[in-house]
């Protein structure tokens, strides 16, 4: 009997270790299928989280490649609508700065320069108004594109940008007399003669002409510009109609504006006035690469093309303003442009690098 209930005792004991063993593993598996839950839970809440942050990125680059989209067609509309026709009608007038670079030397070389009685420039009604406004048009056009570029990019084309950089250094070298003047007189040579109260008009006396104006003050030049531009609902260049014959008002104010160049240009002679040989030189040059710019389009490299007129003896024999192009002073003129140059396209390329550049 006492065995009997010894096996009974061991099989209930057995049969509670089992269901408790059984209810153990139960509540493990059940604590492990709610920890399961859980973190599908969580990587579901992950996914759905990331699913729309990337949508929302999505989203936000698709509205940012709208905005770029409609930013570029607009930007581009203006382009095309305000600076693609002053690029158009430039041409003309860079083409004209370019020839009459070469008519000068011509004149020059033929005596019809200078304060005598057979100088051109005594022709004030044609003559002397046509070389003041064919060198300065380039630079009002400088100063119309100017105008638009509030409202232009100018890294959506890249041939803008470099016209418009080459365009600075034309107007720029109306006034670098002084930085010119160096290379012919040295170091602190050049000292033109001031106007005063007592003394309006000085006459500068050195025979080598380093008293003598041989440049343009900044605010001269701009004045200048600012009287070749026509103001309305779309700003119109002057034509030189009507340039003339505003010239030739007595007291008006284009011949106030143009009187410091108009003195300068009546007695120019290049042999004594070196200074603005070399300026008028660089602008015909400029006015050249810039034409060069235009019709070669986003590809222009002026450096190559100018690096080639430097070499092409063909070319200063054009603008040698003496009979003899290998005279002294003629060489040395040539050389002071080709640095000139050489700088002004430099830093119209560093200017105009970036913007041709730019991812459009």
Not at 34 to 44: I, M
Not at 86 to 113: C, E, I, K, T, Y
Not at 332 to 351: E, T, W
Request: hydrophobic residues 45%; negative net charge.
């Amino acid at each position: 009997m006492d065995v009997q209930v010894g096996v009974a005792v061991i099989a209930l004991v057995a049969s509670i270790a089992s269901a408790g063993v059984s209810w153990w593993g139960n509540r493990r598996i059940e604590g492990f299928k709610a920890e399961q839950d859980r973190q599908n839970l969580l990587l579901q809440d992950t996914i759905t989280r990331a699913q729309a942050a990337e949508k929302a990125r999505q989203d936000e680059e698709s509205a940012e490649q709208a905005a770029l989209r409609a930013y570029r067609f607009e930007a581009l509309k203006r382009l095309y609508t305000q600076v693609q026709p002053l690029m158009f009608q430039m041409r003309g007038a860079l083409q004209q700065a370019r020839d009459h670079a070469v008519n000068l030397a011509r004149a020059s070389r033929n005596g019809n320069l200078g304060a005598g009685s057979e100088s051109w420039m005594r022709d004030a009604e044609y003559y002397l108004p046509a070389t003041m406004y064919r060198f300065m048009l380039p630079a009002a056009y400088q100063r119309l594109m100017e105008e638009h570029l509030a409202l232009v990019d100018l890294s959506l084309d890249p041939t803008t940008a470099l016209v418009y950089a080459l365009l600075g250094e034309y107007a720029r070298a109306w006034r670098s007399d002084y930085d010119i003047a160096p290379t012919f007189y040295g170091t602190g040579g050049y000292a033109p003669v001031e106007a005063t109260a007592e003394e309006p008009h000085p006459v500068p006396n050195a025979p080598d002409g380093r008293d003598a104006r041989q440049g343009l003050y900044a605010g001269w030049r701009d004045t200048m510009v600012d009287h070749l531009i026509v103001e309305g609902e779309t700003p119109r260049l002057l034509r030189f109609g009507a340039f003339v014959n505003a010239l030739q008002r007595s007291r008006g104010p284009m011949l106030n504006a143009f009187g410091p160049l108009a003195e300068q240009l009546q007695v120019f002679e290049p042999a004594t006035r070196p200074v603005q040989w070399a300026i008028l030189l660089a602008l015909g040059s400029l006015a050249e690469l810039t034409d060069w710019a235009l019709a070669e389009g986003p590809l222009a490299d002026p450096t190559a093309r100018w690096a080639a007129l430097a070499r092409d003896p063909e070319y200063w024999k054009a603008l040698s303003f003496q009979a003899d192009p290998a005279a002294e002073r003629v060489v040395a003129v040539q050389k002071c442009v080709i640095a000139f140059v050489d700088g002004a396209l430099r830093h119209a390329m560093a200017v105009a690098r970036p913007l041709r550049t730019q991812p459009a």
